[in-house]
């Protein structure tokens, strides 16, 4: 298959690449802002905008490139890939090789559409509990809020192919959770774009660690099913400035 070429795509999609390279250059400070990520590992990623299959346009999204320091990554560096994980032509020098990860959050993006973002940290309370291979229990209300309970475990699977995209999918296809502890390794997230997942990230690491600090006190208490969903569905459509609990009823 013939490599894409940027500069021959349409200007407007050429324009959302552009702007999607910026998001996702932008949301790398939060990893480090939150202490999600050492040296230069982790990444985020986002599905470009407004190409789907059928329209004659190549499916893209915008990921980190590897081993880059992230006081390194500008929009300009950002690597521009199609979902089957090849790099496009986009002008950037070859050298800016695509996150190891890629061809994992090319398998997400293209087996659930509905997903916008993915995010993989190795943030160390999350991490610990990958590490045991356990999931993290319901056992807070801001993870029913956020994950609708249990952040679970994935499997083990090797870097460097779509095995940990293929893990990724088999774990959170049909579940509520925006998160997965995939088995030794760490944690990945999704959302309905890179800044969606980038928060279910920080989330996830808040809520290993609490329910870390909570075990060495005692046995958590798990939150009821029936409150677990009611409380997910209010987080997920009420909370927030766009609609006020009166106008959700009426």
């Given at each position: 298959m013939a490599a894409v070429v940027l500069s021959e795509l349409p200007e407007e999609l050429?324009?959302?690449v552009q702007a999607t390279r910026e998001r996702v250059a932008a949301l790398h400070a939060e990893l480090t802002r939150y202490e999600l990520v050492v040296w230069t590992a982790?990444?985020?990623?986002e599905r470009v905008p407004g190409s789907r299959p059928g329209d004659g346009l190549p499916e893209l999204f915008v990921i980190k490139p590897?081993?880059?320091?992230?006081?390194?990554?500008?929009?300009?560096?950002?690597?521009?890939?199609?979902?089957?994980?090849?790099?496009?032509?986009?002008g950037t020098p070859d050298?800016?090789?695509?996150?190891?990860?890629?061809?994992?959050?090319?398998?997400?993006?293209?087996?659930?559409?509905?997903?916008?973002?993915?995010?993989?940290?190795?943030?160390?309370?999350?991490?610990?509990?990958a590490a045991r291979q356990e999931p993290i229990p319901c056992v807070?209300?801001?993870?029913?809020?956020?994950?609708?309970?249990?952040?679970?475990?994935?499997p083990f699977a090797i870097i460097g192919d779509d095995s940990i995209g293929r893990g990724i999918v088999e774990t959170l296809q049909g579940s509520r959770s925006r998160a997965v502890?995939?088995?030794n390794h760490g944690p990945f997230t999704i959302g309905k774009?890179?800044?969606?997942?980038v928060k279910a990230a920080v989330m996830c690491e808040?809520?290993?660690r609490t329910v870390h600090i909570a075990r060495q006190l005692g046995d958590p208490v798990p939150i009821a099913q029936h409150h677990i969903d009611s409380l997910f569905d209010r987080y997920q459509n009420v909370y927030g400035q766009g609609t006020t609990d009166q106008e959700k009823t009426q």
């Open positions: 050429q324009q959302r982790g990444n985020v990623s590897s081993g880059v320091s992230y006081d390194e990554l500008t929009p300009e560096a950002m690597v521009v890939c199609t979902l089957d994980g090849n790099k496009i032509d986009d050298a800016l090789k695509p996150s190891s990860d890629t061809a994992a959050a090319a398998y997400v993006y293209a087996h659930m559409p509905e997903v916008g973002g993915v995010v993989h940290t190795h943030s160390t309370y999350a991490t610990a509990w807070l209300t801001m993870m029913a809020d956020e994950y609708g309970g249990e952040i679970p475990i994935g502890l995939m088995a774009d890179a800044r969606d997942a808040e809520v290993a």
